[in-house]
């Protein structure tokens, strides 16, 4: 089945992981034998050739660099202008890439039903098919000012999440609180103006709240599991869910082991001693259909080699090929063939086909 995952920093692992994904999986993680500098060294699971194997032909795809004052401890660039220039050069990655036809950018209606005409065409061989991907920020730190927004747009920027871990030039993010100042509330005026996807994920609660009463352009949430299941501010609550429904919004399932069961201990758990495996993503997407009342606010957002790999993921997935089990897990769960359709890719085209429209 046809498979659109709206979470994917396939740049991240190229400029940082410095991963070749052109190259089978196995080739990636032989590479990667000995090395130590990041967790998931020779885990990976994410690379072309694994993603058309998986059927996976949209996908949404980040540029993301974080900036660290001088009191942050997390990771990142010392100016919002380094961070920038990183992203820039993921951007040239991708560009890269759509010349090798490898992937090819999405940035409207006709280019989204273009890809979807091509990738299921059946003439074309899967090799002359390129991935589409829609480029999203991930956390808004590296946008030196609100006007390069505009600059960004013309590249093809269509979502942003002004927030990601920590606080945030624009956003506070996930393990921090406190609302948006003026540059936060410019910055979704900007994106409203221009028709960019708010992506909800990683905003703290206080402002994601603040962003829901603030902003009246597209939402969705690209990456995000349910509260109710496991505990942590990284999760939307009932609440947040529900009104992330009345917004038309869809919200992606993540394939990250911490976010699916209680109690994950980061390099200590192992998927199959915590039972993690598909049936957990199974539960969160079914947790927020419950809520819905129907199938059409959850979708996929695996986030797969989004600095975790095969140790911190569902021990039925080898590669982010094995995503396809998904749909037979929801089949046997009752799960109607026009709902297993909504949930693998239906949710994200429908929503992208309003919003654009
Ligand atoms: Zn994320």
């Not at 200590?268 to 809520?291: F, W, Y």
């Not at 982010?320 to 998904?326: E, F, K, N, R, T």
Request: with cysteine.
């Amino acid at each position: 089945m046809f498979i659109f995952d709206a979470h994917l920093d396939l740049a991240m692992n190229a400029m940082e992981w410095n991963r070749n994904l052109r190259l089978p999986i196995a080739d990636i993680n032989h590479r990667e034998a000995g090395l130590t500098d990041k967790p998931d060294r020779g885990n990976a699971t994410v690379c072309f050739p694994e993603l058309r194997k998986g059927n996976i032909g949209m996908v949404v795809a980040t540029q993301i660099a974080r900036y660290v004052a001088s009191d942050n401890p997390l990771p990142g660039w010392h100016s919002p202008e380094q961070a920038w220039a990183h992203t820039q050069g993921q951007l040239a990655w991708y560009r890269a890439m759509e010349a090798a036809g490898e992937l090819t950018q999405v940035t409207d209606l006709q280019g989204l039903e273009a890809q979807l005409a091509r990738w299921n065409d059946p003439d074309i061989a899967a090799a002359d098919k390129p991935i589409g991907y829609i480029l999203s920020l991930e956390g808004a730190d590296s946008l030196v000012s609100v006007e390069h927004v505009e600059f960004a747009y013309q590249y093809g920027l269509r979502a942003i999440g002004p927030g990601h871990y920590g606080p945030g030039r624009y956003a506070n993010g996930t393990d921090a609180t406190g609302k948006m100042g003026q540059l936060g509330l410019d910055l979704l005026n900007k994106m409203a103006s221009l028709n960019i996807i708010l992506d909800a994920t990683h905003l703290c609660d206080d402002a994601f709240w603040q962003a829901m009463e603030h902003f009246d352009g597209p939402v969705w949430a690209s990456h995000n599991n349910c509260r109710a299941l496991v505990e942590h501010n990284r999760q939307f609550s009932d609440e947040q869910i529900k009104e992330l429904i009345g917004r038309k919004a869809v919200i992606g399932a993540v394939m990250d082991a911490w976010m699916l069961v209680p109690n994950w201990v980061r390099r200590k758990s192992t998927p199959v001693e915590m039972g993690l495996n598909l049936e957990r993503v199974a539960d969160h997407i079914d947790h927020i259909c419950q809520l819905a009342g129907n199938a059409e606010h959850v979708g996929i957002g695996s986030d797969m080699d989004g600095a975790f790999g095969r140790e911190q993921c569902p021990y039925d997935l080898t590669t982010i090929a094995d995503m396809q089990s998904l749909a037979g897990i929801l089949r046997s769960r009752g799960y109607k063939e026009a709902d297993v359709e909504n949930v693998m890719h239906g949710n994200w085209l429908r929503f992208l086909r309003r919003v654009w429209k």
